[in-house]
């Protein structure tokens, strides 16, 4: 085994040469693209018009983003590995277009711009410039899974990459700005749940670079001992790499790194060779280099070079100020670009030579464009797990319980490319079937008591820690490397990810619309269970319905969101999403016993129209849509206020008739929307058919009731549209207490019809008086009787039995 | 100084009979109140009728809980210690609620919960029962300032307590569910922030109970070393506390938190006496205990106590099941409540001696009610930093400067009480003027090089940390106890604490409504600036408004939400939230050089108004509001679309000079709901007084423009509202393109109007034509010059000089 000594020399001379050349062609190449329009390889002397006119990019990080990427590819030709890289400073992308651009993938991408001197000159003009190359890695920069425009989730995404890919390394440089953030600092614990045998390994390079955009960062300014007790109290065996001068830190990188590789294949080995698999101590380096290592030392008598002043630009207004413009100029020579390209632009052979080739490039590793690697999943027939449903709102059942049964069956069909995500909830959201093929993924110290029934695994495939971030995005590091999953969490937790959330979504727009290279990966599956109406004691901080908010400001382009009513929905529901590509795919679903509707086949139907009358609760009268013979419209949305709804609807065909009532369910959230803003939307005529032109709507939602309106706002119908929805009315409640509090009740839904259809007076008021008495009862019942006071079978809306009225239809 | 030995003994008979006592007193008190609803001193055999139909609760957390709660309160009485107590694991509140209850300030509070058998009663009877007593340390707990409900936040939260307070201790229970949190993980590093001369003190003990819902947690199942490692490494002193032998606990406890105080005041002493201030290795405790502590061993064959069975209720199906029901019977006596309690259900006077009393309870400490404490912010008079406005659209400077003036007042005049929380941006977002007369807060390492404008100090009042979580979580304490301040950040990455924000909206909302013995304390105020409109080579990644939406969905009663077009009413409104208490405050204001609009005695009426016509920029024929001859209403919201609304304006007025354009701007978003809906909005005659009853509204909007509709659906103006906004169409841009793309530009605008307004048509296609024109110019410009083209001076619309037009009203 290869061992670590400080000091050893690994370079010899020609190697420690080649290195030095190809990390200052790099460094040339960030400090250029920040500058320089035109004259790309100073041929001629530096001149005012040659520069940008506005100066933008970050050069601080980028330095070292190269030195690490120039590092692990010597690795790569010395050892065949397969890796990705993952620039958690993408900010400091010119460090890592720098490298892309010069072993070629970026060329072949892009060909306008080539390896020549037009084609640099291009590339180097186009950086940061309007409407062209992004100044993080974004979706456009080919091996880049991780745009690090938002900080805190490399190394999620780095472990999510790692998860069942045996032979990949993943190279993930964390800024030590980023380390600040929560997701970054808790993310580091996923070595608790890497599987030595069956996962690759990440190699997380922790670059101090000391500063960030006007601060010194924490880490770089604690004591060596703190750190390296910080690391190995994480679980991990730091390598510390400190130093500025580069051909003393280019010995002291490569042999870090190459201990580092051989750590890991020792790892790798016992537990793949010698059957002792386990956590391990896997290696990570702290790189301490200086911020804008390489570029100006002082400027107008400030020092730069390692301080927060060289983030960004570190030399401004060079267009204007001749001093500034031969600071640079020097700057630039300083690498000494002549001997670096040749006359036509071209990187000079012998440091072509160096790079990794091909598919052995990080930039162009087949994983970090999943989809053209991406297997399908392979669903079974979600008919066999449906629920059995004799007759609409008899049959009593957990819908999620059921999707458990077909998530199982997928874990056994597709044994390495799925996994399940949730923080600490897998039994409680009811989805624990899984636990028949699988168990919860566990690297860390196991106890006796475990067996009993603790489902842990080192092979598990069930992921389970208590951060939603850690979870989100190792999902989303999985998803981007080509394989499947679903996240379950709690409703009104989900909007701990929102930030994460949202640059997924915008990641996949981004793909979708300007990058026609990248192929389809798996869409982003999300399962919100423990709902807003279904809190019980945990009262008013864990009611909180508005992810839906958050996703319908997303692109219509990659969201979707699912309001399945029973079971055998959320079956067709799930299959869907499960094999869709580039959605987020948003489905709401509470844990607890809901009535059923449907049947499988009725269901399939039903979710393929995503919006439907439901004949059976309706009046036959007001079955029509090409006739306008409809008293009132009550929609409902989701699976709480769909049994309400479907109560509200049995009371009032029990008391009122001849009241024509259409009975509409929603599915597919976005088919209210207007055809002009979604694709699932509905146009003018469509809408009119469903829900008449003039008709009163009473809306049933779970979520705020008010995006409704914001959804629908095209179709015109807001004087006629009565939503109802979670208004922030809760605390330690009822099922029924909090939906009366906010009104999605059966009463208050009767009460929203008798108010809003005109001409019902006589029958009307007795009608009114009897909710109103209903609902005082209720309210007073429960606070006398306590947490389970919905489900006393003494206690009823006297005249009114909603299952059996439902089954009479 | 006291040292500590792990196996010293504390305590002497007669105290740990006590303090045993005390314990078994708020045990028997945790399990009780999850059980019982009757009987509440066991002094009739327990029966099935005692017990509540529904068990809610969590025990797992509980007794460490309140043996953390009353070990801290018998140093409260031995040093005269000031403390609070945060509840990290606050779903625990048993272990919480007794302690309070049993030392009487649970019945000060609340008289009918008396300290007799029947407020015993109703104290146990009530717990997790709806509409009546929490099941997390809600804000209806005295003492909380921590609900507990969405874990990791406890520790940024007791920092946050802690500034400013010299002489209060923080005791902050962590669990180690919570510590696997992101937020929870940084938050660690406040102690890099904390000043140990003027600031108080956090002890924050970790309690590994080793689960969480269905899992081990992380920490407790990696070895000592790794654990003691990590707290090391984080910059503590960990004392490590194990066992599970309560008698044996009781002595380690004492001696460990006894040592930990000592260190305190050791340390304090050092920075106050001594004046040796700086960074110092904070005491921190690690508790580990098993889950369930004392509860049922073993239920129906499975280990209970000690693993994830205990979390909630450890016996299930009590009511039904006689050997459960006897088994919680022998568990309650086993606590042998008669001799806690006097037959008329007091706790006996020897148990209560040993409570703190009045003011020393951590249940009644007034910081923990912090609105009875609070002082108001002395506010300047704004006018004096006014920018001096001659003529609207002439002056151009950055708003978020002036305001940096003002701040930078208020620093001056409230040494002690203020301060300013941003992620590494108070420079960049043009607050800097406040390094006039203050720093950022930094006690880790110094470096000569710092002296060169890095503004850090151990006595600075900014704060700085690349975590918004533990910014908001350290705001949010400041405030709950007492103080003021602001935070300022990305407009996109405040999504990051979007779900911190909706709990301490959802606190303020209940405290507002439910409990009327918590005084109004400072509102939380937000500055977004580096907004959507601006991010130049940032790109798409960081285009966000949507945490405007967000907000909306929050209580009328606690949410605000402000866009001062300029620097003028960017003071005003910042006064007014400054002064404001218990709203949460959202001011959207970007940070770039800006036109100037009122001076400052316009900006002030017309932020008083919050919507308001500008006569200057509208038709004078429009002005009138009783009158109805308006041809169109030019509304916007923010600063960038009120510029490319005052431009699109001018473009009118030249080309079409008769067209009756009546141009509204608001300040106070609110105002465009309706006065149902928030206080702050307007009735439907107001809203017809301004925006007609038939006229089209061209509304141009900061942010997503659905969120118009969705507030404004009441004022049913929908048809004839054309909202335009930020609608996820963005990349690298110039300002003027991204306004172009999303159509928010002064061209869009007029093609708006154009388009909206009948019978132009002869005027109209001529300008049509101009507009489209002016928009490819712009396109193609950008792209062929660069980020820098919308400043550029011979790029201009041909005919039209906004400034010159604007100025000659």
């Keep these: 085994m290869y061992t670590f000594e400080p000091d050893k020399t690994v370079l ?18 960030a400090a250029a693209m920040i500058y320089l329009q035109d004259n790309p390889l100073l041929d001629e002397p530096l001149k005012s018009e040659h520069i940008k006119n506005r100066l933008l990019g970050h050069w601080g990080a980028s ?19 397969d890796s990705l890289f993952i620039a ?6 010119p460090g890592v277009l720098a490298p892309v651009y010069l072993e070629g993938t970026y060329s072949e991408y892009y060909p306008e711009k080539s390896e020549t001197i037009n084609g640099l000159k291009k590339f180097l003009k186009e950086f940061s ?21 938002e900080l805190g989730y490399s190394l999620s995404h780095a472990y999510g990459a790692a998860f069942d890919h045996p032979d990949l390394i993943v190279t993930c440089v964390v800024g030590d700005g980023e380390a600040e953030t929560g997701p970054l600092a808790t993310a580091w614990h996923s070595n608790k749940f890497l599987n030595p045998k069956t996962d690759g390994a990440v190699l997380p390079i922790l670059n101090l670079n000391g500063y960030k955009i006007a601060n010194p960062t924490i880490l770089a300014r604690i004591s060596e001992e703190e750190l390296l007790n910080l690391f190995k109290g994480y679980g991990y065996e730091p390598i510390l790499v400190e130093g500025s001068e580069p051909q003393v830190m280019h010995q002291k990188m490569a042999h870090a790194l190459e201990h580092a590789v051989n750590q890991i294949k020792h790892i790798q080995h016992q537990a793949r060779v010698e059957d002792k698999n386990g956590r391990a101590k896997w290696p990570m380096i702290i790189l301490k280099t200086p911020k804008g290592w390489t570029g100006p030392k002082t400027v107008d008598g400030h020092q730069v070079e390692n301080t927060w002043r060289a983030h960004q ?56 464009n999943a989809g053209i690697v991406r297997q399908p999943l392979k669903l079974p027939d979600y008919a066999q797990f449906a629920a059995q449903v004799d007759a609409p709102g008899k049959l009593k059942i957990s819908n999620t319980s059921v999707l458990g049964e077909y998530l199982n069956q997928i874990f056994m069909d597709n044994p390495n490319n799925f996994r399940l995500f949730g923080p600490d909830e897998t039994a409680s959201n ?22 009993d029934g603790a489902n842990l695994s080192v092979n598990g495939r069930v992921m389970e820690m208590l951060s939603e971030h850690t979870l989100e995005g190792w999902l989303e590091g999985y998803l981007l490397t080509g394989r499947h999953g679903l996240l379950h969490t709690y409703e009104a937790f989900a909007h701990v990810i929102d930030s994460m959330f949202n640059q997924h979504a915008k990641w996949l727009d981004i793909c979708k619309h300007n990058v026609e290279w990248r192929a389809p990966i798996s869409s982003l599956n999300i399962l919100l269970s423990s709902v807003v109406w279904r809190q019980d004691h945990n009262g008013f901080s864990h009611q909180d319905p508005g992810f839906i908010d ?14 399945p009513p029973d079971a055998n929905c959320l079956l067709s529901v799930a299959e869907h999403c499960l094999q869709s590509t580039d959605y987020i795919n948003l489905i709401i679903s509470d844990k607890q016993k809901h009535l059923q509707y449907l049947t499988i086949e009725q269901a399939k139907q039903h979710c393929k129209k995503g919006i439907d009358v439901w004949d059976w609760a309706s009046h036959s009268e007001a079955l029509d849509t090409q006739s306008q013979s409809v008293d009132v419209i009550l929609a409902c949305c989701g699976d709480i206020p769909t049994m309400e709804a479907l109560a509200a609807a049995a009371i009032l065909k029990e008391y009122l008739p001849n009241l024509k009532l259409r009975f509409i369910n929603i599915v597919d959230l976005y088919r209210i929307q207007s055809s002009d803003e979604h694709p699932h939307g509905l146009s003018t005529s469509e809408f009119e058919q469903l829900f008449t032109q003039d008709k009163p709507i009473i809306f049933n939602f779970h979520g705020y009731p008010w995006l409704i309106h914001k959804l629908a706002y095209k179709h015109n119908a807001s004087a006629r549209l009565h939503v109802r929805g979670y208004i922030e009315k809760g605390n330690i409640n009822t099922p029924l207490e909090l939906a009366i509090q906010n009104k999605i ?4 839904l009767v009460l929203d019809v008798l108010n809003r259809v005109p001409n019902l007076e006589g029958a009307a008021d007795g009608l009114k008086n009897k909710m109103q008495q209903a609902i005082s009862d209720h309210l007073n019942h429960a606070h006398t009787y306590g947490m389970d006071s919905d489900n006393i079978s003494n206690w009823q809306w006297p005249d009114t039995n909603f299952e059996v009225e439902v089954n009479d239809k």
């Design 550 to 563: 958050l996703v319908t400001n997303k692109s219509a382009d990659v969201s979707r969101i699912y309001f």
């Design 129 to 149: 410039f309007p409407g062209f190359i992004g100044s993080h890695c974004t979706p456009e920069l080919p091996g880049s899974i991780h745009e690090g425009g």
């Design 12 to 29: 010899d001379k020609t190697e420690l040469t080649l290195i030095s050349q190809y990390w200052n062609a790099c460094n040339y190449l």
């Design 313 to 368: 630009v570190p030399l401004a207004g060079v267009k204007e100020n001749p001093d500034h413009l031969a600071q640079l100029e020097s700057w630039l020579k300083s690498y000494q670009p002549e001997t670096l390209f040749n006359h036509d632009g071209k990187l000079i052979p012998e440091l072509q030579a160096i790079a990794p080739k091909g598919q052995s490039r990080m930039s162009a590793n087949p994983i970090a």
């Design 430 to 451: 009811k989805l624990d079937a899984v636990y028949q093929s699988t168990q919860k993924t566990w690297l860390a110290d196991a106890k006796p008591e475990d067996s």
């Design 88 to 93: 958690g400073p993408g900010h400091g992308a």
């Design 63 to 81: 330095p070292a983003l190269s030195f690490c990427y120039i590092h692990m590819n010597r690795l790569i030709n010395k050892y065949q590995l």
């Design 745 to 748: 009740d059966r009463f208050n």
